[in-house]
C-alpha cells in the first residue's frame, strides 16, 4: 500500500512553481483530476483561494468536496494534511472522501503554506502555551526554516480556518444553485498529525465556531482564548507512534492533550475505560471523561500496535508499529455527528478580502478510466523512491 503512495506522490503533475512540496498537484483540479485513482469515484473538487489575512500575505486555497447528496443545511467538516503533505495526499488514506459521499457532509481540505522562505515543507503553525505536565508549557508548532519556527503570525492558520468557513458557508449554495447549505452550529475539525494540531488549535481560540473536533496522530500545543467554551475532543493515536518525539520540541503527550481539554471542559474527574476489539482481538482502549461543560465530552482512544498512521489499511511507516484494521475515521465522525453548536456563530468577522471559485468538470467514468491509464503509465516510468510524510 504504501509503495503504491509513493508511486502515485511521484506520478502526481509537480506544482508549476517554487513551492516546498513539489511532489504535490496542488493546481485547481489536481484532486478532480486524480480522485478515480485516489479514492475510487470521479467527482467535482473545485479549488477554493482566499486573501490571507497574516503577514504572509498572497492567497491561501483549499478544495472543497460537495457530494450530490448534499443538502440544505449539511455539515461542514475540514480535514487537515499533515506536515510536508496536501490535500490531494489525504484524499489517498484519511477515508473522509468516502464519509462525505456516504454521510452526505461537505468536506472541506485546506493546503497549508506552499511558501519555501518561509518554511521546509507545507505546514501549519500554531501558538504555544499548552501545559506539558511538567510545570513547563509546549513550544509553537510546526512550520519552521532552518530549524527555527515560524511565527504563526506570518501564516495566522486558525484565523484564516475561519475565513475558509465562511467563504465555503457564503459560496457553496451559490455554486449548487441554492441546493446546498452549510449548518454553521456544525462545523467539525478532523485532520492527522500536524493538521490534528491545527484542529485543536483552531478549537481552542476559535471555540465558537466549532462543534467538534475528531482527528488523528496529533497533539495540542495552543492554550485556550481568554473566551473558550467547552469543546468536545476525541483523538486517536497509535502507543508506538515516535513522530512528537522524533520533533524534538517541547510536545505534550497525547494523554496529556486529552486531560487537558478534559478539565478545561470541566468534565468529571471519573474516566470511563473500555477496550476495543476487532474480530475477537484487542487492539486498544477508549478512554472518555464526561458530565462536562456544554455537553462537551471529551475522548482518547489508544491504539496498541499504531504508529503515526493509525487509519484503517495503511501501512504504517514507524518500526515496529502494524497497519490498524479498525475504521478509526468512521469512529471520528460517529463522536463528531454527535454534537451541535447551541448558537450559530458569526462568522462575520472573517475578513474575506478576495476569493476565487475555480470549479472543475468532473470526469465521466470513461475520461476517468482513461486518467488512470494514463497515470498507470506514467507510473511505470517513474522509479520509486519511498519518502515520508507527517
Not at 512553481?17 to 485513482?37: F, H, K, V
Not at 467563504?167 to 449554495?173: D, G, K, N, R, Y
Not at 471523561?289 to 496498541?304: K, P, Y
Request: net charge negative; hydrophobic share 40%.
Amino acid at each position: 500500500m504504501q509503495f503504491l503512495l509513493n508511486l502515485l506522490s511521484l506520478a502526481a503533475v509537480v506544482y508549476a512553481q517554487e513551492t516546498n512540496n513539489p511532489t504535490c498537484d496542488t493546481s485547481a483540479d489536481g484532486i478532480t483530476n486524480s480522485l478515480l485513482y485516489t479514492a475510487g469515484f470521479a467527482a467535482e473538487v473545485p479549488q477554493v483561494c482566499v486573501q490571507a489575512t497574516g503577514q504572509q500575505g498572497g492567497l491561501r486555497c483549499f478544495h472543497v468536496y460537495v457530494p450530490d447528496c448534499a443538502e440544505a443545511d449539511s455539515p461542514l467538516v475540514f480535514d487537515i494534511h499533515g506536515y510536508d503533505s496536501c490535500p490531494l495526499f489525504n484524499t489517498a488514506y484519511t477515508g473522509w472522501m468516502a464519509l462525505a459521499r456516504d454521510n452526505c457532509f461537505v468536506l472541506l481540505m485546506p493546503l497549508g503554506t506552499l511558501d519555501p522562505e518561509i518554511a521546509e515543507g507545507t505546514c501549519w503553525s500554531a501558538p504555544g502555551g499548552m501545559p506539558v505536565g511538567d510545570g513547563s508549557v509546549s513550544d509553537g508548532c510546526c512550520c519552521n526554516k532552518d530549524n527555527v519556527l515560524t511565527d504563526p503570525a506570518v501564516t495566522n492558520d486558525a484565523d484564516l480556518m475561519r475565513i475558509m468557513a465562511k467563504t465555503a458557508t457564503e459560496q457553496i449554495p451559490v455554486a449548487t444553485g441554492g441546493k446546498v447549505t452549510i449548518d454553521t452550529k456544525r462545523i467539525y475539525m478532523a485532520g492527522h498529525s500536524n493538521g490534528c494540531l491545527e484542529s485543536l488549535a483552531v478549537a481552542a481560540l476559535h471555540s465558537d465556531m466549532v462543534a467538534a473536533v475528531c482527528c488523528h496522530a496529533g497533539v495540542a500545543v495552543t492554550d485556550f482564548a481568554a473566551d473558550y467554551s467547552a469543546v468536545p475532543i476525541w483523538m486517536v493515536y497509535g502507543e508506538k507512534d515516535d513522530q512528537w518525539e522524533v520533533a524534538g520540541n517541547n510536545f505534550p503527550t497525547p494523554p496529556a492533550v486529552y486531560s487537558s481539554y478534559a478539565d478545561k471542559n470541566g468534565c468529571d474527574a471519573i474516566e470511563t475505560v473500555t477496550p476495543v476489539s476487532v474480530e475477537g482481538a484487542e487492539v486498544g482502549s477508549v478512554k472518555t471523561r464526561s458530565n462536562c461543560d456544554n455537553g462537551a465530552d471529551v475522548t482518547v482512544v489508544a491504539l496498541t500496535e499504531s504508529g503515526h498512521y493509525p487509519y484503517k489499511g495503511f501501512d504504517e511507516l514507524t518500526e515496529g508499529a502494524s497497519s490498524t484494521t479498525l475504521d478509526t475515521t468512521t469512529m471520528a465522525w460517529e463522536f463528531c455527528s454527535r454534537f451541535t453548536k447551541s448558537e450559530v456563530p458569526d462568522l462575520s468577522g472573517a475578513n474575506v478580502e478576495y476569493l476565487t471559485y475555480s470549479p472543475t468538470v468532473a470526469p465521466t467514468i470513461s475520461a476517468a478510466v482513461a486518467i488512470k491509464r494514463t497515470m498507470v503509465v506514467q507510473i511505470v516510468s517513474i522509479i520509486a523512491v519511498s519518502f515520508v510524510f507527517m
